[in-house]
Nanobody, 124 residues
Framework: QVQLVESGGGLVQAGGSLRLSCVTS????????MGWVRQAPGKEREFVAA????????YYADSVKGRFTISRDNAKNTVYLQMNSLKPEDTAVYYC?????????????????WGQGTQVTVSS
């Protein structure tokens, strides 16, 4: 059974930083692109960042470029999201996503696996 478990969310002041982690099990991790998607209250899910299977290329939503960094450790079956210079508009539940296709994660189409999410709240 595939599991994606996020951690690292919390409450932080604007301008602060958080590092999210997503540990996977039961997944051929190195065969999957990984990503982060968020959903704010009353809004649809929004792509945040994604990384190729080998970690060589990363993609970001314009709203987080220059502030967020996605990385992965294939030996630990874990993907990370370092979030700096946080803004109140970054407040959302952040979900980890896994799919053989990075494109599927970027366009949020038929993604194979999802985590349960971790809450990030940024106060002004």
């Amino acid at each position: 059974q595939v599991q994606l478990v996020e951690s690292g969310g919390g409450l932080v002041q604007a301008g602060g930083s958080l590092r999210l982690s997503c540990v996977t099990s039961g997944l051929a991790f190195s065969s999957h692109a990984m990503g982060w998607v968020r959903q704010a209250p009353g809004k649809e899910r929004e792509f945040v960042a994604a990384i190729y299977r080998g970690g060589g290329s990363q993609y970001y939503a314009d709203s987080v470029k220059g502030r967020f960094t996605i990385s992965r450790d294939n030996a630990k079956n874990t993907v990370y999201l370092q979030m700096n210079s946080l803004k109140p508009e970054d407040t959302a539940v952040y979900y980890c996503a896994a799919d053989p296709s990075l494109h599927s994660i970027v366009v949020l189409n038929l993604v194979d696996y999802w985590g349960q999410g971790t809450q990030v709240t940024v106060s002004s």
